[in-house]
């Protein structure tokens, strides 16, 4: 490294070294004026570590004054920026109960569904946090129907439950893959039922045809017949349903295995 390059960075070490030995010195600092006025700095300037620390110093000191609501919601709005999705959301709900006439009411209780939403994981994992999002966006819809954040909510919770009908086809998938075939028509039945309009409605049928079948070919004698029926049935409502499906050959040629009444 060059002389140049050392002096910069030596430069720029020290200027850290100031600042932040100025700003544990605000903190320890009793006036409250001045950090009130470096916090909300800090905030606009986006610096939300720094601007969290005071105002956790300072939010029981201006309890109950003009100061408070504003503090408040950029407490929120600071774990929002900072990716804490949790606290955020739990701080912008606390908002909105505690100021409900406040400017920022409606944006704190859309940012705390939010923010929800926020915490969804990916459709492979547990989908307790896509419910509660989709539980919270639908509230937030009923208490602000006129607002234009409504369209918003919708798209979300409709892309949410995408996610939960993809979880259950996967389920579904694995059971017809696992020859699980009785776990995989209970299964498929119930991604017909949660989610009526699912795109995908032909494989699924298909699946459930074929399910029914090799579900009958494996059993005793004399469940078959009762299974046997199942399948044809099934193959019936797939092939009325979707009669130019490119799987019709494929359902035609395992038809013919099932034996005739």
């Given amino acids: 490294m060059n002389v140049k390059y050392r002096l910069i960075l030596s430069g720029l070490l ?3 070294a100031v600042s932040c030995g100025k700003y544990q010195k605000l903190l320890k600092s009793t006036d409250n004026d001045l950090k009130y006025t470096k916090a909300m700095a800090y905030y606009e ?3 939300y570590y720094r601007a969290l620390q005071l105002f956790d110093q300072l939010i029981p000191i201006v309890r109950g004054t003009e100061k408070a609501e504003l503090m408040h919601y950029y407490y929120a709005n600071s774990h929002y920026e900072q990716g804490d999705y949790v606290l955020a959301s739990y701080y912008f709900k606390r908002f909105a109960r505690n100021f409900p006439s406040s400017t920022y009411a409606e944006e704190a209780s859309f940012m705390s569904a939010y923010c929800k939403y926020k915490e969804s994981p990916s459709y492979s994992l547990d989908q307790t946090p896509t419910f509660e999002a989709i539980n919270e966006l639908q509230l937030f819809v009923n208490q602000y129907p006129e607002s234009q954040k409504v369209a918003r909510c919708n798209q979300l919770i409709d ?7 993809e979880k259950e086809y996967r389920i579904a998938r694995m059971y017809f893959r696992m020859q699980e075939y009785k776990a995989a028509i209970v299964s498929y039945e119930n991604v017909l039922k949660d989610f009526p309009g699912t795109k995908y409605r032909e494989q699924i049928l298909f699946d459930i045809f074929r399910s029914y079948v090799f579900y009958a070919q494996r059993s005793i004698p004399d469940k078959q017949a009762e299974r046997f029926s199942g ?10 349903t979707f009669p130019d499906s490119k799987m019709i050959r494929e359902a035609q040629n395992l038809h013919k295995t099932i034996p005739s009444v």
Avoid at 160 to 165: D, G, Y
Avoid at 231 to 240: H, K, Q, S
Wanted: net charge negative; proline share 0%.
């Fill in 14 to 16: 020290l200027f850290f």
């Fill in 45 to 47: 300037q986006g610096d």
């Fill in 159 to 165: 892309e949410l439950r995408n996610k939960l009908e």
């Fill in 231 to 240: 399948a044809r049935d099934a193959y019936i409502t797939f092939i009325t």
